[in-house]
């Protein structure tokens, strides 16, 4: 027997009560309840996302950038699952260079005939910020996704270096035949 996902209990547990719910013998069919398996979502990493310059001269010269990162799973209809990804570079000293981008990316599609039921969260998302103090790529981890920075470069910035990778990390979907 596979358990939903939303269902998170012990073999122990499940043994009696599937002995009071299952009836010892019939002559009634019963109707099979709809198909439902799980998906892979593809493994890989997405991106580079390149921030557009909002202001300044679209270089932050060592001065941070204040760097914030969003990433959010969801469904659009129910066939796709999405990822909005977010991101934001602030110079931390005049002339405040600012960077700012926003992409929804489609990361799985539901086969013809077939609705997206559930995945690793209600709502699987991540919201980060730090101060990139190096011309170095930034590395955030949180449960649901992996995300590579890059504020500061050791070139031009904005446009050119300032970058987002997003590494997904919730690995399958569960779908329901319609």
């Known amino acids: 027997m596979k358990c939903r996902w939303s269902i998170r209990r012990s073999a122990v547990w499940l043994i009696p ?30 991106g580079p996302f390149v921030p557009g310059l909002v202001s300044g001269d679209g270089e932050f010269n060592q001065h941070g950038p204040l760097v914030t990162v969003n990433a959010e799973l969801y469904l659009q ?19 405040w260079t600012t960077a700012e981008g926003e992409w929804d990316i489609l990361l799985y599609q ?16 991540c919201h980060m ?24 470069t050791e070139g031009p910035d904005v446009n050119n ?8 990390r919730c690995a399958e979907v569960e779908i329901q035949k319609k």
């Open 17 to 46: 009560l599937l002995a009071v719910l299952v009836p010892a013998c019939s002559d009634d069919p019963v109707a099979p309840g709809p198909e439902i398996r799980t998906d892979s979502i593809p493994d890989g990493i997405l």
């Open 77 to 95: 209809g129910t066939d796709s699952l999405m990822c909005c990804v977010y991101m934001k570079a602030e110079e931390t000293e005049p002339d």
């Open 110 to 125: 539901a086969p013809d005939g077939w609705k997206i039921t559930g995945m690793c969260s209600a709502s699987p998302a």
């Open 129 to 152: 910020q730090y101060i990139d103090y190096d011309n170095d790529r930034d590395w955030l981890f949180c449960q649901y996704f992996i995300f590579q920075c890059e504020g500061d």
């Open 161 to 168: 270096g300032t970058c987002l990778w997003v590494q997904v």
